[in-house]
Nanobody
Framework: QVQVVESGGGLVQAGGSLRLSCAASGSIFSINAMGWYRQAPGKQRELVAAITRGGNIHYADSVKGRFTISRDGAKNTVFLQMNSLKPEDTAVYYC?????????WGQGTQVTVSS
């Protein structure tokens, strides 16, 4: 059994910052990659940022230069620092944990950016 728990969402004004955290616990012994996705109303879920076990990082073009993903491998935790937030960043943000086989999702955390 694997649990994935996100925290850190909320309401912020445009230009503000938020930091999301995600912790994976339970029967998980190896993680290939950890990442953040988001889904806005009426839109498909999209990849925001991901970091591999080897430290390779990928960002969606829309967040490059504003968001930073980091991890604490020893604690199976991943973070997303979001700066210069825009109203179009409003979405439910989901943490994804990818072991060698399968994937686990968190329940999602709402991020709302007001203009």
């Amino acid at each position: 059994q694997v649990q994935v728990v996100e925290s850190g969402g909320g309401l912020v004004q445009a230009g503000g910052s938020l930091r999301l955290s995600c912790a994976a616990s339970g029967s998980i012994f190896s993680i290939n990659a950890m990442g953040w996705y988001r889904q806005a109303p009426g839109k498909q879920r999209e990849l925001v940022a991901a970091i591999t076990r080897g430290g390779n990082i990928h960002y969606a073009d829309s967040v490059k230069g504003r968001f930073t993903i980091s991890r604490d491998g020893a604690k199976n935790t991943v973070f997303l620092q979001m700066n210069s937030l825009k109203p179009e960043d409003t979405a439910v943000y989901y943490c994804n944990i990818a072991p060698p086989m399968g994937a686990y999702w968190g329940q999602g955390t709402q991020v709302t950016v007001s203009s």
